[in-house]
């Protein structure tokens, strides 16, 4: 409703009295050392605060993963952009002169910088970590090469993804202020506790003197998970240093899309082993993403990429071997999919080329293969319940008109007209919540709290920002409690109020917070009937003055529920086997495009998404999920090249030169649910957050290589991409 009305405050909206704005100066060497730091005396610096290295009073690191990382650079670093020096001043506008009069004599290694996947695993190359290899992951079930023996159609492939810019609205800021010896710290996150975390790690301050609260925040798609911990920690420290004095840093957007973290590029070498009939005899993958200067959330990442890289498919044999390395880049991070996206798109990618080799249509060849109840998949989990992937794809084939569709563009493309048409599908699933133990090691928690009104609030460090958190939980507990939506509200996430329910990740908060919530609903219910009368059979006159009657009694009432692990989910991470997920949606996407062959420009005609969800809690809230999440795959699959610079930061990092989907390119989205009620989640829900970044690449991929006749095996396919690849067919 804040949004509406015009009154949600950003955290560019809040002021101060007294308040001062931060800058930060930075390295321009794609790694090196610093040798020195001098001030020009021209400018009257006893009126700004300034801050380096030297004035942190805890441990110079930012708390994540790993502690590789520094908050402030004091002597080695890694790539261009790592912050150096702070400086802030009442006026925003005496900062830039202050800025260009800091002075970071660096000086470069000796060795030149490695900004490639194949560079980092040479062995002659600058190493930025050991072995530059972060993390080497292997999952096999049965074995490849006893399959390679037998008699099989063999397709073999390198497929590469770029680096993708989360563009989010507002650009990354936070705030901090020392109010009564307590550090408190505002902005726009996703993940307060995270953020609660690398402050106390940093500052060393005890948990009970640093609070975290989340503003309204402008998008963020995974880019305000781990970043903000970086600015939460600067400004704390210009603030302590200040003796307490509010600090805004907030960066423009130039200097947001030069630093902060992007997907993951990658690169996929698959090999495909097929029986005649079209049976998947072995899947072979080597998957590498490039991890950036430092580790980050890269072994995470990685993870959820093997583990959909073989997709819903049966299989007996298979073998992924995974890699995440270090180059020079800034660190890549997280990005709704977490490496699914990747891996997933050379797959699909890989199904069509296969599919063309066995004479076989693209479709015929995934409904033979695709799991089913009762399959093992790759990862060695048994596939439950009442789910239908036949149907799913069934549905998404008759809603577009498929077959009749490919049998017309092959009768257009036959004319040999600048226009050319092609239709790709591709069919994937992806996991909800933490992998394997994450969700236990997180051990979530989330409640509710009532009044003598009979207003429920909702207590939750999950954060709405913009996937409509809010409306999906107020629903699932006016659900539960079976009183009008209007009965509840949703408190703002703030560290010193609500507990500690995880990060608002992976597709994890309908599934795994709503069903937190729910069963603290079935706690309240309970409660009120046996400590305030509360009839079995209610109207919501009667909850309201129940909850009176316990307010009478005894006060406000919390309640605080616990994550619950499912029964029989069990995963081993050293070897990649078991249940990594507590459940899955399901889905197959069709795209349509048309391709001018003397400009290489694609547009996509129609856009089809069926999908598999368990349950849908709110129609409009998980439409506009799909939707959102297709037009993110879009620009993922046609537009979006991020380009570096000789540093190896982003060079085009500005609006005008990253090309994201507007309205125009945008066509009609035919979004369908199927629902069984398999997930985890309330009344049987999975996850979706996620869900629809994995699909539109592959299928608009492969819709392009129908239309043409090509082998194009890398997003984004920019026209002067696809001329080439129709080049390399004539020749």
Known sequence: ????????????????????????????????????????????????????????????????????????????????????????????????????????????????????????????TRRIAADNVYRDYLMEKGSVMDAEKESCQVFEAEYHTGAQEHLYIEPQGMMARMEGGILTVE?????????????????????????????????????KEEYPSHIACHAALVTMKAGGRPVALIYGRGEDMAVTPKRHPSRSRVRLGASRDGRLRFIDIDFVIDGGAYLTLSPVVLSRGVIHAAGPYRCDNVRVRARAVATNHPPFGAFRGFGAPQSIFALE????????????????????NVLAPGDISPAGQRIEGPLDMQRVIGQALE??????????????????????????????????????????ALRSRAGLRVGADGLVEILTSTT????????????????????????????????????????????????????????AADDLIARLRTDAALPSVYGYGEFRDACARLHAAGGVTTIIADYRHPAGNEWDESVFQGSPYASFAWACYV???????????????DFTAVQEV??????????????????????????????????????????????????????????????????????????????????????IINAINAALGTEIRHVPAMPEHILAAMDRRSA
């Open 464 to 519: 709405e920002m913009g996937q409509g958190m809010q409306t999906t939980l107020s629903g699932i507990v006016a659900e539960a409690l079976r009183i009008p939506y209007e009965g509840v509200a949703v408190a703002r996430p703030d560290t010193r109020d609500v507990p500690n329910s995880g990060p608002t990740v992976a597709s994890r908060t309908c599934m795994v917070v709503g069903a937190i919530l729910a069963r």
């Open 614 to 699: 368990g349950r849908v809690v709110h129609a409009t809230v998980a439409a506009g999920q799909i939707e959102g999440g297709v037009v993110q795959g879009i620009g993922y699959a046609l537009f979006e090249d991020v380009r570096f610079g000789a540093d190896g930061q982003m060079a085009n990092n500005r609006i005008t030169n990253y090309i994201i989907p507007t309205s125009a390119d945008i066509p009609p989205i035919r979004v369908l649910f199927l629902e069984s009620r398999h997930g985890a989640g309330p009344g049987g829900a999975a996850g979706i957050g996620e869900l629809p970044m994995d699909g539109p690449a592959p299928a």
């Open 187 to 223: 902005g726009s996150l996703q993940c307060p506790y995270y953020v609660h975390a690398a402050l106390m790690y940093a500052t060393g301050l005890p948990e009970e003197r640093v609070r975290v609260l989340q503003c309204a925040t402008g998008g963020a798609f995974g880019g």
């Open 349 to 368: 990618a890989a199904l069509d080329e296969l599919a063309r080799m066995l004479e076989m249509e693209p479709d015929v060849l995934r409904r033979r």
């Open 399 to 440: 809603a577009c008109d498929y077959h009749a569709k490919v049998e017309a563009y092959r009768q257009w493309n036959a004319q040999k007209g600048a226009i050319r048409k092609g239709i790709g599908l591709a069919t994937f699933y992806h996991g909800a919540g933490f992998t394997g133990n994450g969700e236990l």
């Open 1 to 124: 409703m804040e949004k509406v009305r015009g009154t949600a405050r950003y955290v560019a909206d809040i002021t101060y009295p007294g308040m001062l704005h931060a800058v930060t100066a930075r390295t321009r060497l794609p790694g090196g050392t610093i040798a020195s730091i001098t001030f020009d005396d021209h400018v009257p610096w006893s009126e700004y605060v300034v801050v380096t290295a030297r004035d942190i009073p805890g441990i110079n690191a930012v708390k994540m993963i790993e502690t590789d990382q520094p908050v402030l650079v004091e002597t080695h670093y890694r790539h261009a952009g790592e912050p150096v020096v702070l400086i802030a001043h009442p006026d925003p506008q005496a900062l830039a002169d202050a800025l260009a009069a800091v002075h970071i004599d660096e000086r470069p290694y000796a060795t030149p910088p490695v900004f490639a996947i194949e560079e980092a695993l040479r062995a002659d």
């Open 591 to 605: 795209a349509e495009v048309e391709v001018d062959a003397v400009t290489g420009e694609t547009r996509i005609v």
